[in-house]
């Protein structure tokens, strides 16, 4: 198993922009969530992917967007970047049927300016 | 809407000694309910989880105690080491929602002293 990569690890923003984060998943592992984890508080769910389509969102904007790839790599956008955006952005993944089996990336930590 | 609350936000305890950390719940659809251990740096890591259905499940020196009728849970660690010293979230899943998605609490940074 290789785990969950994500990139960038580090990002600085400005107010106004957009950005796109990046996660590789394990193969196999065709669920996908996004997280985020403001400075010390837990992660909160933004929304899920499965098969390239959504099937789960938690309350964040529209703004916040995603893509999944057939290649187990999904993306997370966010736009007119806002200064309380700033935060640590965690990808987790699992495979179908292995509904509690999470595995999490380290993260992308976003800071905006 | 905090639907995990968690105590205490910050531990200290002497090696050898028992962490205790514990969370409530509010939405009584919620049916697994996980531990996860983060480092600095890293994600959260699964520690260890329990179903409504037990009151009590062990896994080494971890040890998850639940509460149905009181909506609450806690971990206990014995033996704490130095390495074990990361913050803890308590989390909830309702299955009943499709997603699976994880309800975390705020955290508790334990750290263990020599």
């Known amino acids: 198993e290789t785990g969950v990569t994500q990139s960038p690890t580090h990002l600085i923003k400005t107010r106004g922009q957009q950005v796109t984060l990046r996660c590789s998943s394990q193969s196999g592992h065709n669920t996908v969530s996004w997280y985020q984890q403001a400075l010390g508080q837990g992660p909160q769910f933004i929304f899920q992917y499965y098969r390239e389509e959504e099937n789960g969102r938690g309350n964040f904007p529209p703004r916040f967007s995603g893509l999944q790839f057939p290649n187990y790599s999904s993306e997370l956008n966010v736009n007119a970047l806002e200064l309380d955006d700033s935060a640590l952005y965690l990808c987790a993944s699992r495979r179908t049927g292995a509904n509690y089996g999470y595995t999490f990336g380290s993260g992308t930590r976003l800071t905006v300016v | 809407q905090q639907q995990v609350k968690q105590s205490p936000q910050s531990l200290i305890v002497q090696k050898g000694g028992i962490s205790i950390i514990n969370c409530a719940y509010e939405n009584t659809a919620f049916d697994y309910f996980p531990w996860y251990q983060q480092f600095p740096g890293k994600g959260p890591a699964l520690l260890i989880a329990?179903?409504?259905?037990?009151s009590e499940k062990k896994e080494g020196r971890f040890t998850i105690s639940f509460n149905k009728s009181a909506k609450q849970f806690s971990l206990h660690i014995m033996d704490s080491q130095p390495g074990d010293s990361a913050t803890y979230f308590c989390a909830a899943t309702d299955s009943g929602a499709g997603s699976y998605q994880l309800t975390f609490g705020k955290g508790t940074k334990l750290s263990v002293i020599p």
């Open positions: 329990i179903r409504p259905d037990v």
